[in-house]
């Protein structure tokens, strides 16, 4: 096919602006125009303004993403507390038997729901002693955040035994000059009179960079807390003596409100004790304390067979008690919506919820900030880019104004020879916007790989730059600066009208 003929191909399947605006860019004849170095410069600017924008978003998306994780990983989304709750750092009881646990799980939207509990404390040992923030978790903690977060050692394995084991952080473990496997003593602190030590062997390190959580957090068994703050009632049946072929015994009540019931299956006996029975005759009694609490009651157990005596009981009802549970969602963006809906429609009474952002608000408050932060270096972008793109447009304009002339001659209307000149400048845009794509997208890869930029994580919360790349915003960007900076050049490009032709040609 001749040149002609391939001129008049493209012409008529490609459209005519389209054609002459291709010509333009593709013209080997005057490789001297002045518009060619403007057009480098021009594409260079929307290079850099693209892979600095994607870099921006990519960024403050990470940052987000890793700060929100560690703020919730480390505790939740939502907790669960009792009403009357007015220290976030001391639990008030709350009856692990709710009608939303352990089922609320099954609320799409929400990954996983735990019991928990706090009390302050103070880690003792030899030389050095800290004030902290004891966290008792239970058989159905999620270790995975903190299983990331491992420096040495490992978490805590808890099951129905009590583990006398305790997770410490590294700025902890190095203030303390502990490391794991050593033994450190924690005092349990209720009010200002009862305090309770208990020795723990450190089983696990970790860092996770947030020094509200590094400075103050000791993670141990809940069955500490729940025993040390006497949720519950334990109720106990004490031997006193076998003498002249009886027992004596009485009841014993602990926990609750320290005011107590004694209920006796034996319709004969009244209160604690002590009673009297005969060794001969084989029978079991029950003993049910409750408080005016109306604390979840305990039992215990008598038994006489063969003239020996024996006793049991069932625990405790400590271990039926939660300081409040924690809750995390699939995504944080659900935040407030999964909020409203667990208050309103779970909840009793009694119950009410506070939020991550409720707890941390100065960390939510920072990360908004970063959404300001992108938004203008966006807009600064923005105008460098329609600022070079109009200089490049006025450019390319003045040294076409022979062929604008000669087109008008040929009855070619104004708004076609704008369209010439803005499909132009979409494809000096396009050709800019692809090689940012490729640039900022690379630079982001080479750091999310690589970690080639670090950063103190006491004062950024990570240890490097983090970087989250989704399709959707850089397309967003691709299509947001391609449709702004095309629309800002529709005032430029009105400079066509001004051209006379017989001036135009003559100026040729």
């Given amino acids: 096919m001749t040149t002609t003929a391939t001129a008049i191909f493209a012409a008529i399947f490609m459209g005519f602006p389209h054609f002459i605006a291709r010509r333009i860019l593709v013209d080997k004849e005057r490789q001297d125009r002045l518009s060619r170095p403007i057009v480098v410069i021009a594409v260079l600017g929307i290079v850099i303004g693209m892979a600095v924008m994607i870099l921006t978003v990519g960024i403050s998306t990470g940052f987000q993403r890793e700060v929100r994780a560690k703020v919730t990983g480390a505790g939740s989304h939502i907790e669960i507390v009792p009403i009357l709750r007015a220290d976030q750092d001391v639990s008030t009881r709350i009856p692990i038997r709710q009608s939303f646990y352990p089922s609320l799980d099954t609320v799409p939207g929400v990954r996983h729901i735990q019991v928990s509990a706090v009390m302050p404390g103070i880690i003792e040992t030899k030389d050095e002693i800290q004030g ?31 583990t006398n084991a305790a997770l410490i952080s590294e700025w902890m473990a190095r203030r303390l000059e502990q490391q794991v496997g050593d033994t450190v003593t924690i005092y349990l602190v209720k009010g200002q009179e009862e305090i309770r030590p208990r020795r723990y062997r450190i089983a696990g390190i970790y860092q996770t960079g947030l020094e509200k959580i590094d400075h103050e957090m000791v993670f141990i068994d809940i069955a500490h807390i729940q025993r040390f703050a006497q949720w519950g009632l334990q109720a106990e049946i004490a031997v006193l ?232 915003p850089i397309a967003g960007l691709n299509i947001g600066v391609l449709l702004v900076c095309v629309a800002a050049l529709i005032v430029p490009s009105m400079m066509v009208a001004r051209i006379m032709p017989a001036k135009a040609i003559k100026f040729d």
């Fill in 132 to 162: 902290v923030a004891v966290k008792g978790v239970g058989k159905d903690h999620d270790w995975s955040f903190l299983q990331q977060h491992l420096v040495a050692g490992r978490v805590l394995r808890i099951g129905d035994t009590v």
């Fill in 241 to 472: 003596d076998t003498v002249d072929g009886e027992v004596s015994f009485e009841g014993l009540s602990f926990g609750g409100s320290r005011t107590f019931d004694h209920e006796w299956s034996n319709p004969a006996f009244r209160g604690k004790g002590p009673h009297r029975l005969p060794l001969e005759r084989d029978t079991t009694v029950m003993l049910v304390v409750n408080d005016v609490m109306r604390t979840l009651p305990d039992t215990a157990w008598l038994t006489i067979a063969d003239g020996q005596v024996s006793t049991r009981t069932s625990g405790g009802s400590y271990k039926d008690y939660c300081g409040g549970f924690e809750v995390s969602l699939d995504d944080t963006r659900d935040l407030e919506r999964l909020d409203e809906l667990i208050y309103h429609r779970y909840l009793g009474e009694n119950l009410r919820t506070i939020t991550a952002k409720e707890r941390f608000p100065e960390i939510f408050a920072w990360l908004e900030l970063l959404d300001t932060n992108v938004i203008v270096v966006i807009l600064l972008m923005l105008v460098v880019a329609i600022i070079n793109m109009t200089s490049a447009l006025l450019i390319i304009i003045i040294e076409r104004t022979p062929m604008i002339g000669v087109l008008k001659a040929l009855g070619t209307s104004n708004g076609m020879i704008r369209r010439i000149f803005l499909i132009d400048a979409a494809y000096i845009l396009g050709a800019g916007i692809l090689i940012g794509d490729l640039v900022g997208i690379g630079l982001a890869l080479v750091q999310r790989h690589l970690g080639l930029v670090r950063l103190p994580i006491e004062s950024y919360y990570v240890d490097q730059v983090p970087v989250d790349l989704e399709l959707l």
